[in-house]
């Protein structure tokens, strides 16, 4: 079976730090991505990590433990327009399609 | 410019109703899929096509039908039988072969029940 872990909401201040988590459980993996999905919009490519190690990308940075089955998205200088919903999904393999987590509802607040 | 593009926006089915949802895209990609997400939930995948002629089924594929004549198009009917069909679909696109890592979303259909 495949399964993504992430917290369902994050509250934090404008101009903060914010890191979101990802644990998962799949029967094979790729990499791992992050999505941006705003209210009512579509899921917008934010990362992908295939090796260990943090990837950084402006404000966002993305995190990757293989031996943890463990990743995070780090969102710095946090603004109003950062509230979304994030996705952490996974690569199971080559030719298979992502497998989504839930989602974590960030709501930055002044 | 190249993308995704879904019609309708909004969609009303009656009860029995077949309705069908289009997705295009001109981003050349071979891949193409449908995700069911319903409030305050994840993406949940419906079916997946990598090469035109072919397509599988993915995690909710009850009650819905899909085609892929052609690279560009891969339209979702919603049938009958699928008695809860209230959601937010959304299709994708991207290039086999990457690992899927980087798909590319349409804005979405909004489907309602009358």
């Known amino acids: 079976g495949q399964s993504l872990e992430q917290p369902s909401e994050v509250t934090a201040v404008e101009g903060a730090i914010v890191q979101i988590n990802c644990t998962y459980q799949?029967?094979?993996?790729?990499?791992l991505s992050w999505y941006q999905q705003h209210d009512g919009g579509a899921p917008t490519f934010l990362s992908y990590?295939?090796?260990?190690g943090l990837e950084e990308t402006g404000r966002f940075s993305s995190f990757l433990s293989r031996s943890d089955s463990y990743g995070y998205l780090l969102l710095q200088e946090l603004q109003m327009k950062d509230s979304a919903s994030y996705f952490c999904?996974?690569?199971?393999?080559?030719?298979?399609?992502?497998?989504f987590g839930k989602g974590t509802r960030l709501s930055v607040i002044a | 410019d190249g993308g995704i593009t879904q019609s309708p926006k909004y969609l009303f089915r009656k009860e029995g109703q077949n309705v069908t949802l289009s997705c295009e895209q001109n981003?050349?990609?071979?891949?193409m899929y449908w995700y069911r997400q319903d409030p305050g939930q994840g993406l949940r995948l419906i079916y997946y096509?990598?090469?035109?002629?072919?397509?599988q089924k993915g995690d909710i594929a009850e009650g819905y039908s899909v085609s892929r004549e052609k690279k560009e198009s891969f339209p979702l009917t919603v049938t009958s039988a699928q008695k809860n069909p209230t959601a937010f679909y959304l299709c994708?696109?991207?290039?086999?072969?990457?690992?899927?890592?980087?798909?590319?979303f349409g804005p979405g259909t909004r489907l309602l029940v009358l």
């Open positions: 994708a696109s991207s290039i086999p072969g990457q690992g899927g890592e980087t798909q590319y």
């Open positions: 799949t029967s094979g993996f790729y990499g």
């Open positions: 999904a996974v690569t199971p393999s080559g030719n298979t399609p992502l497998v």
């Open positions: 096509s990598q090469i035109v002629n072919d397509f």
């Open positions: 990590n295939a090796l260990d």
């Open positions: 981003l050349n990609h071979d891949a």
